[in-house]
């Protein structure tokens, strides 16, 4: 990614960013995302949060040589901490793990108040920012899946609302993603196509080992997936077959 060019990945986040309207891009790196939001989105102004020192400094640099302080602030910080009460009413948390994105956003649910719009990228284990949403009041209105040098990246859009209520299994849709499930396109058959045979691996590996509670946890939990898989692409593996 250079700043004249914008991942695929990000340019998907920036998307379905709102009009007019100030976000908090938090763990903003090289505020690559907040330059392409000013420059390309009409928005009113951002907060870039970072927690470490390098990537702070880099945001900072990078604001400066576009020009763009007065609508771009820089904060250094964990998390949500970064953001005043009733400052921003859209956020952005990308390319970090599932776990990460929900913590952040269980620890500064204070200031979701006046937010309007989640847009979360999880790299890994996006049914946990799925779970957390549909715990917290957050009505997913939007999923996409892409695929950017081997790497495969899902983009998950939340409106505060009522709560999304899955009309299959609950804990089925929260792995595949309910609008991902529908769209079923050839990335999203490739990303459950590697997870299935990592399963699988997973699930022969620990079968010969001594059977303890956690491993018979671990075997139920993969025979369920495994099982969701097959249900799911139930037409394509009997083609196959
Ligand atoms: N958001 C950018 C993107 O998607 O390209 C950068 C992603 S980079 C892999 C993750 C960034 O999040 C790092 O710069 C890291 O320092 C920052 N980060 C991790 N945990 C954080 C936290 N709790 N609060 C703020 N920033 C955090």
Redesign the pocket.
């Known amino acids: ?1 250079t700043n004249n060019k914008l ?1 695929q ?2 340019t998907t ?1 920036l998307k379905y960013i709102p009009k007019d309207c100030i976000f908090a ?6 505020a ?2 907040p330059i392409h939001a000013i420059k390309t989105r009409a928005v009113k102004g951002v907060i870039a ?4 020192d ?2 702070f400094e880099a945001a900072k640099q990078n604001v400066k040589e576009h020009l763009l302080q007065h609508v771009i602030e820089v904060r250094k ?3 949500l901490t ?1 953001v005043k009460d009733s400052e921003v009413d859209c956020i ?5 793990g599932g776990p ?1 994105i929900a913590s ?1 956003l269980e620890a500064g649910k204070e200031k979701l108040l006046s937010v309007e719009r989640l847009i979360l ?1 999880p ?1 890994v284990a996006a049914q946990i920012v799925r779970k957390w949403l549909m715990s917290n009041g957050w009505q997913l209105v939007a999923e996409e899946i892409l695929e950017e040098d081997g790497h495969i990246y899902e983009v998950l859009v939340a409106d505060k609302g009522n709560p999304y209520v899955p009309y299959n299994d609950t804990e089925k849709e929260l792995l595949f993603g309910p609008y991902l499930l529908q769209q079923n396109n050839s990335v999203f058959r490739k990303k459950w196509q590697r997870e299935y045979t990592n399963w699988r691996q997973i699930l022969k590996q620990i079968s010969k080992g001594t059977e303890t509670s956690e491993i018979k946890r671990k075997r139920a939990e993969l025979t369920e997936y495994i099982n969701w898989y097959l249900e799911v692409f139930a037409n394509e593996n009997s083609e196959r077959s």
């Open positions: 990614m991942s990945r990000l986040v891009d938090i763990g903003s790196d090289h690559y995302l949060g970072e927690v470490a390098g990537p910080g964990d998390g970064v952005t948390i990308a390319g970090m990460l952040i990228q790299n």
